[in-house]
């Protein structure tokens, strides 16, 4: 079975940073694209950045100029670094493959809040 684990959300002041790690085992890593998504309360969860087994990335308008995400295919990692953020960055984020998916993880919280 699939496992993915996130990590490295917590409280930021508005304009602060966090970089988010996510663990993936039991899968041949370096075959899919992975992403980043957010789920505010009472929202739907949102796709927020993407990046290929190549290493090409994209991203949401609202995290474009602001997030990197990036792979590590060796140690089954894919990390999101936010810049700049904003309070409406406040939501739960989870990683997951983009063209399949596994069971989502707890995913990590951010709050960004003064």
Do not use: H
């Not at 602060?16 to 929202?43: D, E």
């Not at 991203?59 to 602001?66: D, H, K, P």
């Not at 792979?71 to 960055?89: C, F, G, I, S, W």
């Amino acid at each position: 079975q699939v496992q993915l684990v996130e990590s490295g959300g917590g409280l930021v002041q508005p304009g602060g940073s966090l970089r988010l790690s996510c663990t993936a085992s039991r899968i041949i890593f370096s075959t899919y694209a992975m992403g980043w998504y957010r789920q505010a309360p009472g929202k739907q969860r949102e796709l927020v950045a993407t990046i290929t087994r190549g290493g090409d990335t994209i991203y949401a308008n609202s995290a474009q100029g602001r997030f990197t995400i990036s792979r590590d295919n060796a140690k089954n990692t894919v990390d999101l670094q936010m810049n700049t953020l904003k309070p409406e960055d406040t939501a739960v984020y989870y990683c997951n493959g983009i063209s399949r998916s596994w069971t989502w993880g707890q995913g990590t919280q951010v709050t960004v809040s003064s």
